[in-house]
Structures are given as structure tokens and as C-alpha cells.
């Protein structure tokens, strides 16, 4: 039986656990709080103020605190839009869990959604890290990867209601190896939505590690793919501005963010390809063949993704590399194509 690091989590919504008591829950043992924040768009379900109020106590009482948004088929940008608005009512993501909840049955997302969503959610807050929480019986009939998204919130219960050490106790050590979506390994395990806390029953999580590795997820990793490809990031104060970089990332994340909706014939990925080219024509950015092709692959894959295009990624991916290396070429000093 696997029990390591005695590291609980509770998760709870502002209206099923209404009146619980969060010094309580601390009392009890468990060192994590998930309160959900929001639902779908703004207009759909908006986190009571007890949001801000449970956020704040399990702060005052030294728990590691978190986030979640329900995700469904409604426009990503729009739906992260409210879920960054409500964490910012709380300081923002730095210092939060962020989880992104994958799992509707009656509005069910898309992958293009859910893409879109983690997409602009890594640019947003520069990659802060987002834990993807769904089940085996939503996720495996789809068949899609998940691991590219985030670490692993699985959701797989336990028979009984007790309190959460008792219930865990009952939890084989299989369930920690997932079996959808690409990931090797789970991350955190809500094992129960009925342990008995603060008087109520609720969900519980067991949490793979200790304390401080919890932690580590509560702040970005500082991960900025194209401030490695194009130099100092250009919103770095320290490392004063580069316009250029600005420009080339900023054409990138527009196309990433902008056409995630969009069908495109051939002629539009061209058109847009182009755009792309030109923009790079305007930096003077020496690159090696090694990291132009790395940007090249980015812009490929996210059109791979987001674009219902009648090309096949293969056919992206040359005319992305193409583009790009033609572009570049002068300032690599080397042969590119």
C-alpha cells in the first residue's frame, strides 16, 4: 500500500460545501485547499465570494492553495478570460494550484478546445503549471494524449465514507500508474468524494510527494520557448527590451491564439505563413539552424493542431521549416535549407 508523505488535499465548491469551516479542515490534517473558481464562461457560473474568503483562511492557516475551472464546449479564450479573472481577485496564479477540471458529460470539450485553453494559459501566465483532473472512464474513450497538457489530477474512488487516512488506506498501489492520456505516472490521486471533513463529506486527494514538491507547482517554471529562441525576453526589465524578440514572439503567439477556431484551406495557412515570414524578415536575430528549426516545429505543431486545414502536418511542418529558414537565413551564417 503505498502511504509515503502524509499529504492530504480537500477540493470544494462554493455552493455544495457552503458554511465549512477551513481552520477546521487545517485542524484535521490536511495541508492542501482546491476551491473551484469558475464554469465555462462568465455568464454560466461564477465562484461565490466564498472563493476569495476559502482561498484567503487556507492561506492564513499555512495550507497550499489552488484553483480549478470546469471546462466545456464553450470559446476557450472567453472561458480562461473568466477563470484568470477570478484568480486575480486572489493575487493571480503565482503562488496557486492551477487545475483545469476535463471531465463534463453534457457539454463535453473538444480537444481544439482544451488545447486552445492550456495554450493560452501558458502564455498568459508563462507557463505556470496546470494540472489536467479527469477520470479513466471520461478520458480513455477519446484516446487523446493528455500528458503534453500538465501533471495528473485522477480522479478514481475508494467504496465508503470515513475519514480520508482511512479511506486511502484502502487504495492499491496500481492506482498511482494511469492507464490514459500518455501519462507515466499520477500525479495527485482524488481518491474519495466521500471522506468525512469538518462535519461534511467530501472530496479528498492524497498528493504523490511532500510539502515543498507540492509547491512547485504553485509558481511558473519559467519555461519561454521563444525567449530561448529570440534572446531576452522582451518584458524583462533586467535584460532591458528587444523589440525584435517582441515582434517575432508576438506574430508566433497571435497565430497560436488568434486562429485556434478557424477552418483554413491551403491558401490560408500560406497566407498566414507569410505573415509569419515577413515578420521574421524584419528582426535581425542571429539563429542558429538548431533553434530555427525548433521555431519552426512550434509554429508547425500548434498549426497541426489548431487548424482544420487541408494540409497534412507533414505538409505543415516543410512549409513552416521552409519559410522560416528562408527568412533567416542572412543571419544564421549558415546553410539553412
Same mark, same amino acid.
Given at each position: 500500500?503505498?502511504?509515503?508523505?502524509?499529504?492530504?488535499?480537500?477540493?470544494?465548491?462554493?455552493?455544495?460545501?457552503?458554511?465549512?469551516?477551513?481552520?477546521? !479542515?487545517? #485542524?484535521?490534517?490536511?495541508?492542501?485547499? $482546491? *476551491?473551484? @473558481?469558475?464554469?465555462? =464562461?462568465?455568464?454560466?457560473?461564477?465562484?461565490?465570494?466564498?472563493?476569495?474568503?476559502? !482561498?484567503? #483562511?487556507?492561506?492564513?492557516?499555512?495550507? $497550499? *492553495?489552488? @484553483?480549478?475551472?470546469? =471546462?466545456?464546449?464553450?470559446?476557450?479564450?472567453?472561458?480562461?478570460?473568466?477563470?484568470?479573472?477570478?484568480?486575480?481577485?486572489?493575487?493571480?496564479?503565482?503562488?496557486?494550484?492551477?487545475?483545469?477540471?476535463?471531465?463534463?458529460?453534457?457539454?463535453?470539450?473538444?480537444?481544439?478546445?482544451?488545447?486552445a485553453f492550456a495554450d493560452e494559459f501558458n502564455r498568459r501566465t508563462n507557463h505556470h503549471p496546470l494540472f489536467i483532473y479527469s477520470g479513466e472512464w471520461w478520458w480513455s474513450s477519446r484516446g487523446w494524449r493528455g500528458a503534453d497538457f500538465g501533471p495528473l489530477w485522477d480522479s478514481r474512488y475508494v467504496e465508503g465514507v470515513a475519514t480520508g487516512s482511512e479511506l486511502y488506506s484502502r487504495v492499491p498501489d496500481s492506482w498511482w500508474k494511469p492507464t490514459y492520456g500518455g501519462?507515466?505516472?499520477?500525479?495527485?490521486?482524488?481518491?474519495?468524494?466521500?471522506?468525512?471533513?469538518?462535519?461534511?463529506?467530501?472530496?479528498?486527494?492524497?498528493?504523490?510527494?511532500?510539502?515543498?514538491?507540492?509547491?512547485?507547482?504553485?509558481s511558473s517554471n519559467g519555461v519561454n520557448l521563444m525567449g530561448?529562441?529570440?534572446?531576452?525576453?522582451?518584458?524583462?526589465?533586467?535584460?532591458?527590451?528587444?523589440?525584435?524578440?517582441?515582434?517575432?514572439r508576438d506574430t508566433y503567439y497571435g497565430f497560436m491564439a488568434g486562429y485556434q477556431n478557424t477552418a483554413a484551406g491551403s491558401e490560408g495557412v500560406i497566407a498566414r505563413l507569410d505573415r509569419i515570414e515577413e515578420a521574421v524578415n524584419?528582426?535581425?536575430?542571429?539563429?542558429?539552424?538548431?533553434?530555427?528549426?525548433?521555431?519552426?516545429g512550434m509554429i508547425a505543431e500548434d498549426l497541426a493542431r489548431n487548424l482544420a486545414a487541408t494540409l497534412t502536418a507533414e505538409e505543415m511542418t516543410t512549409l513552416v521549416t521552409h519559410a522560416v529558414k528562408r527568412a533567416l537565413r542572412e543571419g544564421t551564417g549558415e546553410t539553412a535549407v
Amino acid at each position: 500500500m503505498k502511504l509515503g508523505i502524509y499529504m492530504y488535499i480537500v477540493d470544494i465548491h462554493g455552493e455544495y460545501q457552503a458554511g465549512i469551516s477551513i481552520s477546521q !479542515i487545517a #485542524a484535521e490534517g490536511y495541508q492542501g485547499l $482546491i *476551491v473551484k @473558481a469558475s464554469e465555462g =464562461l462568465a455568464s454560466l457560473w461564477t465562484a461565490p465570494s466564498n472563493f476569495e474568503e476559502w !482561498i484567503n #483562511a487556507g492561506r492564513a492557516n499555512n495550507m $497550499i *492553495v489552488g @484553483a480549478y475551472h470546469w =471546462l466545456n464546449n464553450s470559446n476557450p479564450i472567453y472561458q480562461l478570460e473568466h477563470f484568470l479573472s477570478r484568480i486575480e481577485s486572489v493575487g493571480g496564479p503565482e503562488g496557486l494550484l492551477c487545475c483545469l477540471d476535463v471531465e463534463d458529460p453534457n457539454h463535453p470539450p473538444n480537444l481544439d478546445t482544451l488545447y486552445a485553453f492550456a495554450d493560452e494559459f501558458n502564455r498568459r501566465t508563462n507557463h505556470h503549471p496546470l494540472f489536467i483532473y479527469s477520470g479513466e472512464w471520461w478520458w480513455s474513450s477519446r484516446g487523446w494524449r493528455g500528458a503534453d497538457f500538465g501533471p495528473l489530477w485522477d480522479s478514481r474512488y475508494v467504496e465508503g465514507v470515513a475519514t480520508g487516512s482511512e479511506l486511502y488506506s484502502r487504495v492499491p498501489d496500481s492506482w498511482w500508474k494511469p492507464t490514459y492520456g500518455g501519462w507515466s505516472e499520477v500525479t495527485m490521486l482524488q481518491f474519495t468524494s466521500k471522506a468525512v471533513v469538518a462535519g461534511q463529506r467530501i472530496d479528498v486527494s492524497y498528493f504523490n510527494g511532500s510539502p515543498d514538491e507540492l509547491r512547485q507547482y504553485t509558481s511558473s517554471n519559467g519555461v519561454n520557448l521563444m525567449g530561448q529562441i529570440t534572446g531576452p525576453d522582451p518584458f524583462d526589465g533586467g535584460a532591458g527590451p528587444n523589440a525584435q524578440a517582441a515582434e517575432l514572439r508576438d506574430t508566433y503567439y497571435g497565430f497560436m491564439a488568434g486562429y485556434q477556431n478557424t477552418a483554413a484551406g491551403s491558401e490560408g495557412v500560406i497566407a498566414r505563413l507569410d505573415r509569419i515570414e515577413e515578420a521574421v524578415n524584419r528582426t535581425n536575430i542571429d539563429l542558429t539552424v538548431a533553434q530555427l528549426t525548433a521555431l519552426a516545429g512550434m509554429i508547425a505543431e500548434d498549426l497541426a493542431r489548431n487548424l482544420a486545414a487541408t494540409l497534412t502536418a507533414e505538409e505543415m511542418t516543410t512549409l513552416v521549416t521552409h519559410a522560416v529558414k528562408r527568412a533567416l537565413r542572412e543571419g544564421t551564417g549558415e546553410t539553412a535549407v
